[in-house]
């Protein structure tokens, strides 16, 4: 299994709702990332785990909650988020070190209205 | 800190024939790895080619290939024989100097025409 995968695919919520996107892996990665893409721009680093552990936030908003409840899995809890929020999220994942490349999922994309 | 230029934000070019996409990075590292990635329509990021900086020969990858110039820090990518498929976002990427994340330029549009 050399994939990433990432449900849903396409998630519309509202402003007051709680959703949560998952990210699963089976390649005996080591790190799991969080991106966020908006139309046209590169992604933007959330959240890094390493080891089960957060080693970088970006400064995220806390409406953005990562969890990682094991070496496969990742998960993105959403709470009370804004329409600027509206973006393609895109987890991906490295055997240790980022510096030898990723595997991307094919990303949920999100709609806040 | 890492930066990552990509000089081209659009590009066109006809079907069969070759392009090359720029890049530029700054680093006071030695060795690292430089990357393209490919995002189609479809919005999955693929991993197009891979560079290992201490290595002299530019990577190949089928029609896809790099020119490396590290003295320059420039990492270009040419796809040649261009094909239909090969309409997307190319983001070049750099490894910060702790090596727990990819940094992204900002990306070129390619159109491949009929």
């Known amino acids: 299994d050399t994939e990433v995968t990432q449900t849903p695919k396409h998630l519309v919520m509202g402003m007051t709702n709680k959703k949560s996107l998952k990210c699963e892996q089976h390649?005996?990665?080591?790190?799991m990332y969080w991106y966020k893409q908006k139309a046209k721009k590169p992604p933007e680093l959330m959240f890094v785990y390493s080891y089960e552990k957060l080693s970088i936030n970006e400064s995220v908003p806390s409406r953005f909650s990562p969890e990682c409840p094991n070496s496969s899995l990742l998960n993105l809890h959403l709470h009370a988020l804004q329409p600027e929020d509206s973006a393609l999220y895109l987890c991906?994942?490295?055997?240790?070190?980022?510096?030898?490349?990723?595997?991307f999922g094919s990303g949920t994309r999100l709609t806040v209205v | 800190a890492q930066t990552v230029t990509q000089s081209q934000p659009e590009m066109s070019v006809q079907e069969a024939e070759t392009v090359t996409l720029s890049c530029t990075y700054d680093t006071s590292e030695s060795n690292y790895y430089l990357f393209w990635y490919k995002q189609p329509p479809s919005r999955q990021m693929i991993l197009v080619i891979r560079?290992?900086?201490?290595?002299?020969q530019n990577a190949t990858e089928n029609r896809f290939s790099v020119n490396f110039q590290k003295a320059a820090k420039s990492f270009s990518l040419k796809i040649s024989d261009s094909q239909l498929g090969d309409t997307a976002m190319y983001f070049c990427a750099f490894p910060n100097n702790a090596g727990n994340m990819l940094t992204f330029g900002g990306g070129t549009r390619l159109m491949v025409k009929p």
């Open positions: 390649m005996g990665h080591r790190a």
């Open positions: 560079q290992e900086a201490y290595k002299q």
């Open positions: 991906a994942s490295s055997q240790g070190a980022a510096s030898r490349g990723y595997t």
